[in-house]
């Protein structure tokens, strides 16, 4: 395991007092993400080299990958990686980080709105505790979700998992292994100004971006490609044929039908459908 430099003024704020969304549920404390991750990478005596031979670099995120696990990139409409998904057995898991404040306290507000829209969308919603206190557990008509946050200094990280009908229940093996990647989780926050709630940039691995880069060249040249043309049907001969002659010719087009001699019920059944 790596070590850590502990920041002076991280997280020596209180959170703000706001109500909670939903009744009967109290208030937590603010979670040590110092002592349980995810990590901040300016924490570490490691260098972000190091960090990175174990984990999947995502710019503001470096994430262990699980056994198994597959990735899937989400494009934005001007073409940049906006989200990547982790698709398990189980279930996928989506783990993205956001500016945030100085002082902890950003999830609760998130976790709020959060909620608030899942139950205008009549999903059942309900909040749990975890390892760094709420966990906003939502079944819609599709798929079941459970939302994660951590606050962290200038950061908070979302990890959003969905699943089959109770894949993400209390202790069912999607939710323990998210929290297995969230504890490993490495997060970099960087130097520049980001608005609060702003997901931080996502940067693929060239290697990743590459292989993306390929794959929608060769699609878009599939597209663009010219469809073989049709081949030209052969004229119908006006002298009667034979049934197995008539199951073996090709259909003529609707010009060529009306060009040529219409025949009589002997003809095929399709054929006198087509005169």
């Known amino acids: 395991m790596f070590g850590r430099r502990k920041k002076n003024d991280a997280g020596s704020a209180s959170a703000p007092d706001t109500e909670a969304f939903v009744d009967g549920v109290e208030d937590e404390e603010p979670a040590d993400t110092g002592a349980d991750g995810p990590h901040d990478l300016e924490d570490l005596d490691d260098d972000r080299e190091t960090v990175a031979k174990t984990r999947l670099d995502l710019g503001s995120v470096l994430i262990p990958l699980p056994e198994g696990g597959q990735l899937q990139v989400e494009m934005s409409q ?49 909040v749990e505790t975890g390892p760094w206190g709420r966990e906003l557990h939502g079944v819609t008509a599709n798929a079941d979700l459970r939302f994660i946050g951590v606050d962290g200094y200038r950061w908070m990280v979302r990890c959003v998992l969905a699943g089959p009908s109770g894949a993400v229940g ?61 081949p030209e049907a052969e004229p119908v001969a006006p002298q ?7 199951n073996s010719a090709p259909q003529s087009t609707a010009a060529e039908r009306d060009r040529a001699p219409r025949r009589g019920a002997s003809g095929s059944a399709i054929q006198q459908l087509g005169g």
């Open 78 to 126: 001007a073409g940049s990686p906006q989200a990547v998904h982790i698709v398990t057995q189980f279930g996928r898991i989506t783990i993205a980080a956001y500016a945030a404040p100085k002082s902890p306290g950003q999830w609760r507000e998130v976790a709020a709105d959060l909620a608030t829209s899942l139950r205008n969308d009549k999903a059942e919603t309900t």
């Open 170 to 230: 209390e202790g069912q093996p999607l939710v323990q292994l998210a929290h297995t990647i969230l504890r490993q989780t490495v997060v970099d926050r960087g130097t520049d100004p980001h608005p609060v709630r702003t997901p931080l940039p996502v940067v693929l691995p060239q290697v990743l971006a590459e292989q993306l880069a390929a794959a929608s060249q060769q699609q878009a040249a599939a597209q663009q490609s010219p469809q073989p043309p049709a």
């Open 240 to 246: 009667q044929n034979s049934a197995s002659e008539q």
